[in-house]
């Protein structure tokens, strides 16, 4: 099993920034994707960014030019750093992470930090 644990939401001003992290551990094979979805009550999970293993990123238009996705593979660690926040960023952000064994591949979900941007 693939533990995820995030840190680094919180409330913020509209037009500030945040920093999100979120660390693997536990029975780490090779980890290929690592990425932040969003997600609001009521709403479908949106991917935000994602990252592979080989640097490849892919953001999501909404948030392209405002945030960067990078990840430290020593530390099975990925960051999203968010700039120019407004409240349509508000949402619940959760981690995941692709991991590749000999038994297959899996996908783990963090428990999500909020975000909420508001005056």
């Known amino acids: 099993q693939v533990q995820l644990v995030e840190s680094g939401g919180g409330l913020v001003q509209p037009g500030g920034s945040l920093k999100l992290s979120c660390k693997a551990s536990?029975?780490?094979?090779?980890?290929?994707?690592m990425g932040w979805y969003r997600q609001d009550p009521g709403e479908q999970r949106e991917l935000v960014a994602a990252i592979t293993l080989a640097g490849d990123i892919n953001y999501a238009d909404s948030v392209r030019g405002r945030f960067s996705i990078s990840r430290d593979n020593a530390k099975n660690t990925v960051y999203l750093q968010m700039n120019s926040l407004n409240p349509a960023d508000s949402a619940v952000y959760v981690c995941c992470a692709e991991d590749y064994s000999p038994d297959g591949v899996q996908d783990y979900w963090g428990q999500g930090t909020q975000v909420t941007v508001s005056a």
């Open positions: 536990g029975r780490i094979h090779t980890i290929n994707t």
